[in-house]
């Protein structure tokens, strides 16, 4: 399956659509992620049930940010990235232990969400979208896709995070 979504700036506080290929509204997120504590959420459009939560926390002593996914109101997930000299390093420990990874350029929207066997699970690029100033989500068949674009606009965070502390 794969989704598109706009790209933006994370310092407005509006609501955006995540469409499927055919255009339709399939998931909304709601909310400003300006400041740690802050939440965005993932909304389906068919429903409008919450299907996940993204959150941002500071850990002390290390000041490092850390994102956190919550489903049905329980940590489903964790994302913390490694400094590395040449490269980023993305890391998602699951609550049920499982771990991922985010191989690729994540600030050109070239990357993908790989398994801890190295098995691919979504492929994310402006290339794989219709839309103009979109990225798409490739998402492998049998994966979880609200997990999958719950990642992605958590990635999308800390991508607008990263080019303003560099601005």
């Given at each position: 399956?794969?989704?598109?979504?706009?790209?933006?700036?994370?310092?407005?506080?509006e609501?955006?659509?995540?469409?499927?290929?055919?255009?339709?509204?399939?998931?909304?997120?709601?909310?400003?992620f300006?400041?740690?504590?802050?939440?965005?959420?993932?909304?389906?459009?068919?429903?409008?049930?919450?299907?996940?939560?993204?959150?941002?926390?500071?850990?002390?002593p290390?000041?490092?940010?850390?994102y956190e996914i919550?489903?049905?109101?329980q940590?489903?997930?964790?994302?913390?990235?490694?400094f590395?000299?040449?490269?980023?390093?993305f890391?998602?420990?699951?609550?049920?232990g499982?771990?991922?990874?985010?191989?690729?350029?994540?600030?050109?929207?070239?990357?993908?969400?790989?398994?801890?066997?190295?098995?691919?699970?979504a492929?994310?690029?402006?290339?794989?979208s219709?839309?103009?100033?979109?990225?798409?989500?490739?998402?492998?068949?049998?994966?979880?896709?609200?997990?999958?674009?719950?990642?992605?606009i958590v990635?999308?965070?800390?991508?607008?995070?990263k080019?303003?502390?560099?601005?």
């Amino acid at each position: 399956m794969r989704y598109h979504i706009k790209e933006r700036e994370w310092s407005f506080p509006e609501d955006f659509i995540v469409r499927d290929d055919g255009g339709s509204a399939v998931f909304e997120i709601r909310g400003a992620f300006v400041n740690i504590d802050d939440d965005l959420v993932l909304i389906d459009r068919s429903t409008s049930q919450e299907l996940a939560r993204a959150h941002i926390r500071q850990h002390v002593p290390t000041l490092t940010l850390r994102y956190e996914i919550y489903r049905n109101d329980q940590l489903w997930a964790h994302l913390h990235d490694r400094f590395r000299l040449f490269h980023e390093d993305f890391k998602i420990e699951t609550s049920a232990g499982s771990v991922m990874r985010i191989k690729g350029d994540t600030l050109r929207w070239d990357f993908s969400i790989i398994d801890e066997t190295g098995h691919p699970l979504a492929h994310i690029g402006r290339q794989y979208s219709i839309f103009p100033d979109c990225y798409a989500i490739e998402i492998a068949e049998n994966v979880d896709e609200v997990a999958m674009v719950a990642l992605v606009i958590v990635m999308d965070m800390v991508r607008e995070r990263k080019e303003q502390s560099s601005s």
